[in-house]
């Protein structure tokens, strides 16, 4: 909200030393137009989720705006986001060491494949600093990945876990958080992300009124903008 608030000022043009001029020609005090403000501003998102709540995106809406709009929904560059577990095996590990490390591995996937929490799985088993992180590593295109791993994750759609991959560095336990294909997606998979534009385009202007009008209204502060 305080933020918001900021945001709102900056948008008018308005600076800090002009608001409060202005501020005080009107009788008001700086700290008290803020805080004033913030609760108003509470209200407004209370008003915004209720008026959220109200509005009915019907299943043809969300169909007619994927049809008009694919570009936005089209995947020009492959990309993988990824995590990891990565037991690591030393260059001069002895077999023992190694068959250690790959048993740990395995058991690390199979949990992984039952379901539990990649990420807890990340920081009790990787030995990569991405653990901290629940082996998040980010994303990639696929030409940026270690040639092992690609082959292994080529074909997994999102969610799916690799089987054990072996590399210069170790085992590794590879999670495909999202894997993007070139070509439209499906709109099962952005429908959601279509009703809440379309339930934001038809709050927002309700919502810019009221800000606009009654906050500046009741704060006597029309003057300032």
Do not use: C
Not at 139 to 167: C, H, K, T
Not at 204 to 218: A, P
Request: aromatic share 6%; hydrophobic share 35%.
């Amino acid at each position: 909200v305080d933020k918001y608030v900021e945001d709102v000022e900056a948008d008018r043009h308005i600076t800090d030393q002009q608001l409060r001029q202005s501020l005080m020609q009107n009788g008001v005090s700086y700290d008290d137009f803020r805080k004033q403000a913030k609760v108003e501003l509470e209200k407004a998102m209370m008003l915004n989720e209720e008026l959220r709540q109200k509005v009915t995106i019907s299943p043809e809406q969300i169909q007619a705006y994927y049809d008009a709009h694919q570009d936005q929904y089209t995947v020009k560059q492959e990309k993988y986001r990824l995590a990891q577990i990565l037991v690591a095996v030393a260059p001069t590990a002895s077999p023992a060491e190694v068959a250690a490390a790959k048993a740990k591995a395995d058991e690390a996937r199979k949990k992984a494949a039952a379901g539990e929490d990649f990420g807890d799985l990340a920081k009790r088993y990787s030995d990569d600093e991405s653990k901290a992180q629940g082996g998040e590593l980010g994303v990639f295109n696929p030409e940026d990945i270690m040639d092992e791993i690609l082959a292994a994750i080529r074909n997994l759609q999102s969610g799916q876990i690799s089987d054990v991959v072996r590399s210069k560095n170790g085992f590794h336990v590879i999670k495909v958080e999202q894997h993007q294909v070139p070509g439209v997606k499906q709109i099962a998979l952005v429908k959601e992300d279509i009703r809440n534009k379309l339930v934001d385009d038809q709050t927002k202007g309700s919502l810019q009124n009221w800000v606009e009008t009654e906050l500046i209204k009741q704060h006597d502060v029309e003057t300032l903008y």
